[in-house]
Structure formats: structure tokens, C-alpha cells
């Protein structure tokens, strides 16, 4: 339980420094954008470091993890363009 606290915790780090610095970044759009792949990049890797650490990391996890980012980066870069 303890294990699972501190996961979730640290993805709520990591979602809210991606918050954070996107709205730090107000009026440039490519920092916006850089800040949103990277926080996709690491919503990703937090996803395969927890299934693997429950020991239950299959392969459509992680393209599950792969296409939530996936479209979460096109819906900015669509947001962020018009």
C-alpha cells in the first residue's frame, strides 16, 4: 500500500510540474509544447516503472501508456496551433 502511495505521488509530481511549467510558459507556444511532450514522455516511463514494479507490465499496457500520450500530444499541438 505504502508502494502504491508513493507512485501515485510521484505522479502527481510529475503532472504537476507538466502543469506547472505549461502555464509558466503562457505566450510560447513551442515551450508550451516541448513541456507537453515531456510530460507525456514521462507520464509514459512512470507507467512502465509502476506495472513493472506490480509486476504485472505486459506489452498492452505499455501501448496503452504509449497512446494515451500519444493523443494527449496531438490534442495540444492541435489546441496550441489555432
Do not use: C
Amino acid at each position: 500500500m505504502k508502494t502504491q502511495l508513493i507512485h501515485f505521488v510521484t505522479l502527481f509530481i510529475i503532472l504537476g510540474i507538466g502543469v506547472g511549467t505549461f502555464f509558466y510558459s503562457h505566450g510560447n507556444a513551442m515551450a508550451q509544447f516541448v513541456t507537453g511532450v515531456a510530460t507525456a514522455v514521462a507520464y509514459v516511463f512512470w507507467g512502465i516503472l509502476h506495472h513493472s514494479a506490480k509486476e504485472d507490465l505486459h506489452a498492452n499496457v505499455v501501448v496503452e501508456y504509449v497512446l494515451i500520450a500519444a493523443i494527449s500530444i496531438i490534442v495540444l499541438f492541435i489546441v496550441i496551433r489555432s
